[in-house]
């Protein structure tokens, strides 16, 4: 997938909302690595969507109406224009705060130089005590994964899986003849603390694989 291509699909905003196919999304990964465009629109959509579970997690205080008559209230009560006004005017403020304030500064920060936590992990190196990594609420972190150089393999495949053990993602990126080291970003949505497990995979044009090791990271997220 080119950059013409992930416009037109509206990519990252169906990336987010899980809108695309497993083809898709395998296709538009792998082209967000690459471009720094495309990278930046994921992370402020990321970034808004957990914001947006804060605002909308905020108890709304609503105004109620009384009336004389103690009536029954029916199925549909709920459809009485004192609750839906209300409600609509808090909903009308949540989107257009969204729209007018957070997004801009979602993306004037996504698109601004930004220093994150990185680590280092070395592929060759068996046994490996854990990597720790500090970072804040909300805040992804960098890998740079160092892998030896092998002409026997032909592409090379990360699995991350959370501390729950579920998989996270999984990228398979072709090698290449020179420099073999991977910088791969962890988005800071949803992200657990805990020890997160990076599986890393050489494959050969045989659709042959050979495991080259398991690396632990250890995220401690600072409150």
């Known amino acids: 997938m080119d ?3 992930s416009i037109r699909l509206m ?3 169906k990336y987010l909302l899980g809108e695309l196919t497993l083809g898709q999304r395998e296709e538009f990964e ?6 720094q465009e495309c990278a930046l ?12 579970k804060v605002v909308l997690a ?17 199925p549909f009560a709920w459809l009485r224009p004192a609750f839906v006004v209300p409600l609509l005017a808090v909903l009308l403020v ?45 805040e992804g972190f960098h890998l740079l994964v160092n892998i030896p150089p092998d002409s026997h393999f032909a592409s090379y495949t ?3 899986s959370s501390p729950s053990g579920r998989l ?9 003849s020179s420099d073999e080291a991977r910088s791969i970003y962890v988005p800071g949505a949803n992200q657990e603390q805990g020890i997160y497990t990076l599986a890393v995979r050489g494959n050969t044009a045989a659709n042959g694989n050979s495991d080259l090791g398991r690396y632990s990271i250890d995220v401690q997220i600072q409150k």
């Open 3 to 5: 950059h013409t291509e």
């Open 158 to 160: 990360f699995d991350l």
């Open 94 to 138: 949540v989107v257009g705060y969204q729209n007018l304030v957070t997004y801009p500064q979602l993306k004037q920060l996504a698109s601004s130089p930004q220093i994150l936590p990185w680590a280092s992990i070395n592929v060759s190196t068996r046994g490996a005590s854990a990597t720790q990594i500090s970072t804040h609420p909300g």
């Open 11 to 13: 990519a990252a905003e």
């Open 168 to 176: 996270e993602w999984s990228r398979t990126v072709p090698a290449t």
């Open 58 to 74: 905020e108890p709304v205080a609503v105004s109620q109406v009384r009336t004389p008559v103690a009536a029954k209230p029916g």
């Open 30 to 35: 792998e082209h967000f690595f690459g471009c």
């Open 41 to 52: 629109d994921v992370r402020a959509g990321a970034a808004l969507v957990e914001h947006s």
